[in-house]
């Protein structure tokens, strides 16, 4: 079996990106004063999930339930070029957090 060091990366970067999706649902959530209970009442989804999400340790999550989440706490996915340099809006909004 052949692992190249990319693959790892690949992996690292995945959960580390998970993590930080987790880390503002979670905020977001407690900012609305919302439990993970209601949250996942309105999504279909039991507590336990939604636990799993915001510490990012979820082994699967489809791109419609995650859109889904964001959409309920008014939250957004944005997609950039990687390794770029973050813009000045998005320093602005990592303030908000």
């Given at each position: 079996?052949?692992?190249?060091?990319?693959?790892?990366?690949?992996?690292?970067?995945?959960?580390?990106?998970?993590?930080?999706?987790?880390?503002?649902?979670?905020?977001?959530?407690?900012?609305?004063?919302?439990?993970?209970?209601?949250?996942?009442?309105?999504?279909?989804?039991?507590?336990?999930?939604?636990?799993?999400?915001?510490?990012?340790?979820?082994?699967?999550?489809?791109?419609?339930?995650?859109i889904r989440i964001l959409e309920i706490l008014?939250?957004?996915?944005?997609?950039r070029r990687a390794n770029s340099r973050p813009?000045?809006?998005?320093?602005?909004?990592?303030?908000?957090?």
């Amino acid at each position: 079996m052949h692992l190249s060091l990319d693959g790892l990366f690949c992996i690292a970067y995945d959960v580390i990106m998970l993590f930080e999706i987790g880390k503002h649902i979670r905020q977001e959530r407690k900012k609305r004063k919302m439990s993970q209970v209601k949250l996942g009442e309105l999504l279909g989804m039991s507590r336990t999930t939604i636990g799993q999400i915001e510490n990012g340790i979820i082994q699967d999550i489809g791109v419609r339930k995650l859109i889904r989440i964001l959409e309920i706490l008014d939250l957004e996915l944005r997609v950039r070029r990687a390794n770029s340099r973050p813009t000045l809006d998005e320093l602005r909004d990592e303030d908000d957090f």
